[in-house]
């Protein structure tokens, strides 16, 4: 069986466990994040774009980020949350973005409050935000374009990262929820978990959070679950692990003039053919 099949996003937050999600930017890195157990990959477009040594900065196109999470669903048994910035422009990008990761078989898109084109979170102070009722209305637009049921769509808020408070952060999220979101996400890069502990007391539960703990790593699942986070990305530790490795792989053989010294770190080709699922497409050949 060499199509897999997937649960929605939806189906996997109904479970009683947070859910933990990985990031990735190519399929290879969301088969890894499944094999080590995370119930959901985040096709992040920092991730995206670094692997294209691109700033995550609204640069690829709709169509690049579709082709990178659908590239990524396709090789899982688990679904795909596709990080779609703020999804590409007005409300009629938003219409057109989710027919289309829709129709590509995503489960689960995120938008985000910011202006397009916009800037990665963690570049600069003071990020400007869209007006709440415009990004509800994008919100809205997102609901009325899906076609099934089952269809998730996240509201992220950069409040904090724009340098708003937490009651911004609560106000926002709560339109945003009676627009029609199936979750919000609050993120911030604050140094500690405290801006996200405080939205989480104030917030009434009308739908799940999700967290993005890049900046406050020390956060256990444990102690997230107690202060009511449903869903935690680790966005972009996959990606900063492959180039800590890559480069440090190449460089070892570089210097030394032979691959002897990385043979023991690295994969195996045989491992390489296991993650290519090589022996099931051999028994298509007669
Ligand atoms: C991403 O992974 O692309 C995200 C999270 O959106 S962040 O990089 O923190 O903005
Ligand atoms: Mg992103």
């Not at 995370?38 to 690049?64: G, H, I, K």
């Not at 703990?213 to 679950?225: K, N, S």
């Amino acid at each position: 069986m060499l199509r897999n099949k997937y649960p929605s996003f939806r189906t996997v937050l109904a479970g009683p466990e947070i859910v933990r999600v990985a990031g990735a930017h190519h399929a290879l890195s969301g088969v890894l994040a499944q094999e080590a157990g995370f119930q959901a990959v985040w096709s992040s477009s920092f991730e995206v774009s670094a692997a294209r040594c691109l700033p995550d900065a609204s640069l690829l196109s709709m169509t690049e980020y579709l082709t990178a999470a659908a590239n990524i669903q396709k090789a899982l048994g688990i679904p795909v949350v596709a990080d779609c910035d703020t999804g590409y422009g007005d409300n009629l990008n938003v219409a057109h973005m989710v027919h289309e990761f829709e129709g590509m078989g995503i489960t689960a898109v995120c938008i985000e409050d910011k202006l397009f084109p916009k800037m990665n979170s963690f570049v600069g102070d003071g990020q400007a935000l869209l007006s709440v009722d415009a990004f509800a209305s994008k919100i809205e637009t997102a609901k009325n374009a899906q076609s099934s049921a089952d269809f998730f769509v996240i509201a992220r808020t950069e409040a904090l990262i724009g340098g708003l408070d937490v009651d911004t952060a609560l106000e926002r999220c709560r339109v945003y929820a009676d627009a029609g979101a199936d979750a919000v996400l609050i993120h911030s890069k604050a140094r500690t978990k405290d801006q996200v502990v405080a939205f989480l007391e104030g917030w009434d539960g009308r739908v799940p959070v999700v967290i993005v703990p890049t900046t406050y790593p020390a956060w256990h699942i444990d102690e997230m679950r107690h202060a009511g986070v449903s869903v935690v990305i680790y966005a972009n530790q996959g990606l900063r692990a492959s180039v800590s490795s890559l480069r440090g792989t190449y460089r070892s053989i570089y210097q030394a003039g032979d691959s002897t010294g990385v043979e023991e770190s690295i994969a195996s080709v045989g491992e390489i053919f296991d993650l290519q699922r090589l022996a099931e497409w051999q028994k298509l050949s007669a």
